[in-house]
T-cell receptor, first 111, second 114 residues
């Protein structure tokens, strides 16, 4: 089967750093996506990884290890507005259209 | 720039009533289009996707259907809603020929079937 695992919920402090992990087991691999979803709103695209390594974009970075089936999203200098769910999704090699979605990690930021 | 419109934002419907949700994309041509459903606290479930006018692929057997009457219009329908159809419905689009195929979402419709 195809599966994506993420922690259900995490808590962090404003100004700190948090790492959200994602592990996947899929029939193939053709890219991994991270999305941010605020409560009651639609997901918005954050990052894309297809090769091993770190992709940095401002306060957010995403890392991928294809051999380990593992990714993480790193959020630095946390702000209260970063309180949201973070969704990990994988495109399996046998389909260019379908994404396999994790259930999301709810991140709670405390002052 | 590209924009995606989805309406209505909220909908309350009785069991057994019909459903029609509409999604339109502006600023691009021949997009891939998607309908998702998200149950509370759950991941996104792909319902339908379309790579062109009249071309619909269904991922989950259910009492819902989709149509693409125009290049940038995607409609989700049901003849008779069930209680289990309640959820957050999201329309998304992606470029048809981009390597990354990033999906961009509309604002969503929160459907409550009572």
């Amino acid at each position: 089967g195809q599966n994506i695992d993420q922690p259900t919920e995490m808590t962090a402090t404003e100004g700190a750093i948090v790492q959200i992990n994602c592990t996947y087991q899929t029939s193939g691999f053709n890219g991994l996506f991270w999305y941010q979803q605020h409560a009651g709103e639609a997901p918005t695209f954050l990052s894309y990884n297809v090769l091993d390594g770190l992709e940095e974009k401002g306060r957010f970075s995403s890392f991928l290890s294809r051999s380990k089936g593992y990714s993480y999203l790193l959020l630095k200098e946390l702000q209260m507005k970063d309180s949201a769910s973070y969704l990990c999704a994988v495109r399996a090699q046998d389909s260019n259209y379908q994404l396999i979605w994790g259930a999301g990690t709810k991140l709670i930021i405390k002052p | 720039s590209q924009t995606i419109h989805q309406w209505p934002a909220t909908l309350v419907q009785p069991v057994g009533s019909p459903l029609s949700l509409e999604c339109t994309v502006e600023g691009t041509s021949n997009p891939n289009l998607y309908w998702y459903r998200q149950a509370a606290g759950r991941g996104l479930q792909l319902l339908f996707y379309s790579v062109g006018i009249g071309q619909i692929s269904s991922e989950v057997p259910q009492n819902l259907s989709a149509s693409r009457p125009q290049d940038r219009q995607f409609i989700l329908s049901s003849k008779k809603l069930l209680l289990s159809d309640s959820g957050f419905y999201l329309c998304a689009w992606s470029y048809s020929r981009a390597a990354k195929n990033i999906q961009y979402f509309g604002a969503g419709t929160r459907l409550s079937v009572l």
